[in-house]
């Protein structure tokens, strides 16, 4: 069975840089949707970022567009989300997740598969 195993938070100061990575093992994922959601205490889920199924076509939350990029290398079946500029309201968990369809969304519920998620803390 497919799983996502995501490494990469931390803690880091307004205007740093952080890189996320999620590793899939025991699945092929190439076809399928990948996002990044953010969790802050006390909130809901919330899409930051979605790659379409073969990296066609990108996605992101409008407050992190020009600051978050995220790609994939299916041979490698990893995703990476490169953060700069980062802001305190980016503090969250970040949870890598796979959809069983092509097309991006930014609903939890169209996502199948979910790694444990990576804390995130941006201090002022």
């Known amino acids: 069975q497919l799983q ?18 999620c590793a ?3 699945g092929d994922w190439g076809f399928s949707a990948i996002a990044w959601f ?3 205490p ?3 889920r919330v899409g930051v970022s979605c790659i379409s199924g ?9 407050s992190v567009q020009g600051r ?12 990476t989300l490169q953060m700069n ?5 980016d503090t969250g968990v970040y949870f ?10 930014n609903a939890p519920r169209d996502f199948d598969m979910w790694g444990q998620g990576t804390q995130i803390v941006v201090s002022p």
Request: net charge positive.
């Open 24 to 26: 899939a093992s025991g």
């Open 4 to 21: 996502l195993v995501e490494s990469g938070g931390g803690l880091v100061q307004s205007g740093g840089s952080l890189r996320l990575s």
């Open 68 to 79: 978050f990029t995220m790609s994939r290398d299916n041979f490698k079946n990893t995703v």
């Open 38 to 40: 953010r969790q802050a």
């Open 85 to 89: 500029d980062l802001k305190p309201e």
């Open 42 to 44: 006390g909130k809901e």
């Open 96 to 105: 890598c997740t796979k959809a069983p369809v092509f097309a991006c969304t």
């Open 54 to 62: 073969y990296g066609i076509r990108e996605n992101y939350l409008d």
